[in-house]
């Protein structure tokens, strides 16, 4: 797949992905993820200049990626365990993308942090 095409995947997240969600079990729906299994969430800067993300780049193997940057004094709304770390657009009710990570006992009333990843897709030219 051209590069074009997987930059504007990757684009869509870094314009559109604007908060941060850590949850107790995979959501399917925006409700689940924002509302139901939601233990902490943070507000990311969106855009290529906001500062949330790397913007799309060659990855050392070829691939297409971007960052997601970490974010640090997330509010623990929900005691549990954290399994994956959600990106979802608030303006248009959607999930963007799911990640996995390690899970994670939070206590409410603390922070943690959401560490930086990449998004990666390997289906190139």
């Not at 797949?1 to 959501?27: E, F, K, T």
């Not at 974010?71 to 990106?87: E, K, L, M, R």
């Amino acid at each position: 797949m051209n590069s074009l095409v997987l930059d504007a995947a990757l684009l869509d997240i870094v314009d559109n992905g604007n908060l941060l969600v850590g949850v107790s079990a995979y959501p399917t729906t925006y409700e689940e993820a924002t509302v139901t299994y939601k233990l902490a969430s943070a507000t990311i800067a969106t855009g290529v200049a906001g500062g949330g993300y790397v913007p799309p780049f060659f990855g050392p193997d070829g691939t297409r990626r971007i960052t997601v940057n970490t974010v640090y004094d997330v509010p623990i709304d929900v005691s549990g365990t954290i399994i994956n770390v959600v990106i979802v657009d608030t303006v248009n009710s959607r999930i963007i993308h799911i990640a996995e990570c390690d899970p994670l006992e939070l206590v409410s009333s603390h922070t943690t942090h959401f560490t930086s990843w990449d998004i990666i897709f390997t289906d190139r030219d």
